[in-house]
């Protein structure tokens, strides 16, 4: 079954004649640009936005792994925070991102003639609320990954089949992510926001969130990693490296990591 759903992937995209794989540098988008690249070999290209909602350390996991997979890369410089539809943060957000997104994406693709831009969305992101659909959608943007069947879980098991080192990476999520809908957007929470992560990644948790409140950092983990974070040194090393950041008050959400769990005040 996997193996079919594999061949189907892989003739769909090499019928797409040359793509360019909107990549972030997640198992989905990684997966995307590994079968594309076996395909279609250089008319495969990846496209990395920068932006300040763009981790500056998801940026060096996208240049490894595309030198991993040896695909081309471009990496175009972008920034939402002068779309004030996206800096208003409602429901409608993650569309402008998107929107912004593929608008630039889209005039790479007509100046170098790429047949067709793809993405990593697989079929059980078809259950979430995800407005940035709706513009990929507009664009024409194609989604391999659902056209093949693929669940997330069928993507991690083939991305490991076909050995690629982020398998198993952790879901990752626009910064802006971690910010209650309503709270306007700006650098500087953006900024404490990666540099608190950074702070729980250089503590060697896995799946994490920081999300931002004003005055409260709440962090979010896998219920696994709980136990670790109640540590008495380490939990005191990372609410100082917090505070220092401008949170006056670090807690820990008992109910874990969860997607979408900061979309209200």
Request: charged share 30%; net charge neutral.
């Amino acid at each position: 079954m996997l193996r079919t759903k594999h061949l189907k992937m892989e003739q769909l995209i090499r019928e797409m004649d040359s793509v360019l794989v909107a990549f972030s540098g997640g198992v989905d988008s990684s997966l995307v640009l590994k079968v594309a690249h076996e395909a279609l070999g250089a008319r495969a290209l990846a496209v990395t936005a920068v932006s300040p909602t763009f981790p500056a350390v998801e940026l060096e996991w996208t240049r490894r792994l595309v030198a991993e997979i040896g695909a081309r890369h471009h990496i175009i410089e972008g920034d939402q925070l002068v779309i004030p539809d996206f800096v208003r943060n409602d429901a409608s957000r993650c569309y402008h991102c998107k929107t912004d997104l593929y608008q630039a994406v889209g005039k790479l693709q007509c100046d170098l003639r790429i047949g067709a831009v793809v993405d990593g969305t697989n079929l059980d992101d078809l259950d979430d609320d995800r407005p940035g659909m709706m513009a990929a959608r507009e664009w024409g943007v194609r989604s391999p990954l659902v056209e093949a069947e693929l669940t997330k879980a069928e993507v991690r098991e083939l991305a490991r089949a076909l050995g690629l080192s982020n398998w198993d990476k952790p879901a990752a999520a626009c910064l802006s992510s971690r910010i209650p809908r309503g709270t306007a957007i700006t650098r500087e929470n953006l900024s404490r926001i990666e540099h608190a992560e950074l702070v729980l990644f250089q503590e060697g948790f896995h799946q994490f969130r920081v999300r931002d409140h004003g005055e409260t950092a709440r962090i979010e983990l896998e219920g696994s990693e709980i136990a670790r974070m109640l540590e008495v040194e380490r939990r005191a090393r990372i609410s100082a490296a917090l505070k220092q950041l401008g949170f006056r008050f670090v807690s820990l959400d008992l109910e874990g990591y969860r997607r979408g769990s900061t979309t209200t005040r």
